[in-house]
C-alpha cells in the first residue's frame, strides 16, 4: 500500500474521532474542521513517519493537541470564546442538561489551552495519563497537575459567580 492510499484509509477510518477531539478542544464546528484539516495537510508530507509510530492515531491526536495549543499561542487567537449547542431540538425538555452542558462548554473554554486539552483527552476521551502524557509531549505527572489546577479553576470560577447565558459573567 502507498502512503497516499494508507493516507486516504487512516482519514476515513478516524476522522470521526478525531474530529470529535478536535470539537472538544476548539468548541466551534468551523474551528475544529480546520484545525483537523491543518493538522492532517501537515501531516500528510511525512506520513510514513505517522505509519511507522506505535499508534498512529495516538500520533495524529498528539499533533492535534499541540497543533492546538500552539495555534492559542499565537495574537490571533485570543477572541471570545462562545461554544457552540445542537441548533435541533427531539422535544424531550432538557433544560437542566443544557444549562449544566453550556456551563461546563464555558468554564472549559475559559481554562488555558493545555489544561483544556488535559481534560479533553482524559475526562472526555478517558484516556490513561500515561497516553495523555504522550499526546502532550509531558510527564505523567504533568498531566496529573494539569488536570488537577484545570479542574480547580473549573470549580474556583463555578463557584465564584455563576456563568449567564450570553457566556459572560
Known amino acids: 500500500m502507498t502512503d497516499d492510499e494508507a493516507f486516504e484509509r487512516f482519514v476515513r477510518e478516524h476522522t470521526t474521532t478525531?474530529?470529535?477531539t478536535a470539537?472538544?478542544?476548539t468548541g466551534n464546528r468551523h474551528e475544529a474542521e480546520d484545525l483537523l484539516q491543518d493538522?492532517?495537510?501537515?501531516l500528510y508530507p511525512k506520513w510514513a513517519a505517522v505509519?511507522?509510530?506505535?499508534?498512529?492515531?495516538a500520533y495524529v491526536r498528539r499533533s492535534l493537541a499541540n497543533r492546538f495549543v500552539s495555534d492559542k499561542r499565537t495574537p490571533r487567537a485570543r477572541h471570545e470564546f462562545s461554544f457552540e449547542?445542537?441548533?435541533?431540538?427531539?422535544g424531550a425538555d432538557l433544560s437542566e442538561t443544557v444549562a449544566v452542558s453550556r456551563t461546563v462548554w464555558q468554564l472549559l473554554a475559559s481554562l488555558p489551552a493545555k489544561q483544556r486539552a488535559a481534560l479533553v483527552m482524559r475526562y472526555f476521551h478517558d484516556?490513561?495519563?500515561?497516553d495523555v502524557a504522550?499526546?502532550?509531549g509531558c510527564r505523567p505527572a504533568s498531566v496529573r497537575s494539569l488536570v488537577s489546577r484545570g479542574i480547580a479553576a473549573m470549580r474556583a470560577a463555578y463557584l465564584a459567580e455563576p456563568l449567564t447565558a450570553e457566556g459572560g459573567r
Open 85 to 90: 449547542l445542537p441548533d435541533e431540538w427531539d
Open 127 to 130: 484516556l490513561p495519563e500515561g
Open 51 to 57: 505509519t511507522a509510530a506505535t499508534t498512529p492515531v
Open 39 to 42: 493538522t492532517l495537510a501537515r
Open 134 to 136: 504522550e499526546a502532550l
Open 23 to 25: 470539537f472538544l478542544l
Open 18 to 20: 478525531l474530529y470529535r
